[in-house]
């Protein structure tokens, strides 16, 4: 009678072993190249829309202003009073009509978790115009940082939620996204009128 060629129960195993060993490897990887090319991304849309802030701000000598979302869900556009609890600060809509400075405000990759009624505007870059932002402390200034925000920034700042995902949050304390930290790393990715991808300001107050 022939013998019949099959895989001993130790050799089974070993395979079965050297896949866990590979996909234990390949996941992280994945993981970590799916997180770089949303920084990627989120810094490419950013710079698009640096450039139509930018192109805006030449027509009408001001950049594009801002609306925000309040900690109760309610939209002031445009946005006259700060609240360190807001939900969002979103870009007017004065970005893409009538004149399409930008066909559409890009949505921020690592959004995902932020809730509100209106989807598409709480996943956007937060953005602020910070000459109306600063407009909008009371006089004199309770905080010395808050006439600091313009020359530190720029007249405008906008912010992607980064990997933690918490947007907004980091850069309230000088924290910047930066990869050589690790991909998960803490901080929000930035970009302001005076500094692009995600630079750190060392005057931020």
Do not use: C
């Not at 090319?37 to 810094?43: E, F, P, Q």
């Not at 609306?67 to 807001?86: F, K, M, S, W």
């Not at 313009?150 to 990997?163: Q, S």
């Not at 918490?166 to 005076?194: L, P, W």
């Amino acid at each position: 009678m022939s013998r019949l060629n099959a895989f001993t129960l130790i050799e089974l195993l070993i395979v079965v072993a050297i896949i866990a060993i590979l996909a234990a490897i390949a996941v992280p990887n994945f993981l970590e190249a799916q997180t770089r090319a949303k920084v990627s991304r989120s810094m490419a849309d950013m710079r698009s829309l640096a450039t139509a802030v930018e192109a805006y701000r030449v027509d009408w000598n001001r950049a594009v202003p801002y609306g925000r979302i309040d900690a109760g869900g309610v939209i002031q556009l445009p946005a006259t009073q700060n609240a360190i609890d807001d939900l969002m600060a979103f870009i007017a809509p004065a970005i893409t009509t009538p004149v399409a400075f930008i066909t559409a405000v890009p949505l921020d990759p690592f959004a995902v978790d932020f809730q509100h009624d209106d989807t598409t505007l709480i996943r956007q870059f937060e953005y602020l115009n910070l000459v109306q932002h600063v407009d909008n402390f009371p006089r004199p200034f309770p905080a010395p940082w808050m006439g600091e925000l313009i020359p530190a920034w720029g007249e405008w700042r906008m912010v992607a939620a980064g990997p933690d995902r918490d947007r907004g949050q980091d850069i309230k304390n000088g924290i910047v996204y930066d990869a050589t930290n690790g991909t998960v790393s803490d901080g929000d990715v930035v970009r302001s009128q005076r500094f692009a991808d995600s630079e750190f300001n060392p005057d931020h107050p």
